[in-house]
């Protein structure tokens, strides 16, 4: 069964691929074609079959039409548009140089274009946005700012984490469970620092307080920070804490 819902796809590519950027655009017109209203097609400083014109404008209406895109050897830039009033597909090609640039925004299915693109971004309803690369591997967000911010390392990011809410991080790390639902703590999380507490005053003594004021205290916090910064957790206290460890 293929789920349909809006996709927006950018995608970044060397000039010379231009023949499988066609076939990428053709797989989506055909996909989405409404023959009673069409696809409007403008393009810029054209080269068709040899010739050079600098307006291009026609209409797709039916499967045949969409072969046209085949006469098209070069171009500035390129627009394919389609709208009901409801559903508005809309397909923007641009040439910088060497580089084509595809943002693609259509209501459909999945069309597969992996290794297309040098590098391309594709956001939808129902997922987080993704990235993809030549070969085709799928790159997510956080992967993004890492390559985009060299310095910025787990490390780092697990500090600012620590710095909000230690426990509520520490919890959802290793039980793989939300804390928070809404504005209100799960009963996993509750019955968690609780259980926490317990282990915290077993090893260092019943006078020791984990929570002061609703804040983590000093001592329980570095505690907590065994679970991250590579310490010897004991895998007895980590099973207890954690048992589907």
Same mark, same amino acid.
């Given at each position: 069964?293929?789920?349909?819902? =809006? ?15 066609? %076939? ?16 409007? /097609? ?15 404008? !026609?209409?797709?209406?039916?499967? !045949? ?14 627009? /394919? &548009? ?30 597969? &274009? ?23 591997? =799928?790159?997510?967000?956080? !992967? ?8 910025? =390392? ?5 500090? %600012? ?6 426990? /509520?991080?520490?919890? %959802? ?37 984990? &929570? ?22 004991? %895998? ?10």
């Amino acid at each position: 069964m293929t789920i349909e819902d =809006t996709k927006e796809i950018i995608g970044i590519v060397r000039k010379s691929k231009w023949n499988s950027v066609r %076939e990428f655009l053709k797989k989506i017109i055909s996909q989405t074609l409404d023959q009673k209203i069409g696809y409007i /097609l403008v393009a810029f400083d054209v080269r068709v079959k040899g010739s050079k014109k600098l307006i291009l404008s !026609d209409i797709i209406k039916n499967p !045949d039409q969409i072969n046209i895109l085949d006469k098209i050897q070069d171009f500035s830039m390129m627009s /394919l &548009y389609h709208s009901d009033g409801l559903t508005h597909n809309h397909l923007n090609i641009t040439k910088d140089d060497e580089v084509i640039i595809v943002i693609a925004k259509y209501l459909g299915g999945n069309i597969k &274009y992996s290794g297309l693109f040098d590098f391309s971004i594709q956001i939808d309803s129902f997922n987080n946005p993704f990235f993809t690369n030549a070969s085709g591997k =799928t790159i997510n967000c956080a !992967d993004i700012i890492n390559l985009v911010n060299p310095n910025i =390392t787990e490390h780092t990011m697990i500090n %600012e984490k620590k710095k909000i809410d230690l426990d /509520l991080f520490v919890f %959802e790390k290793f039980s793989g469970k939300k804390a928070i639902w809404g504005v209100k703590e799960t009963n996993s999380f509750t019955k968690w620092k609780e259980n926490a507490e317990k282990e915290y005053k077993k090893l260092f003594g019943e006078r020791k307080i984990a &929570y002061r004021e609703g804040k983590i205290t000093k001592d329980f916090k570095i505690f907590l920070e065994g679970f991250l910064d590579g310490r010897k957790i004991s %895998e007895i206290l980590l099973k207890r804490l954690f048992k589907n460890k």
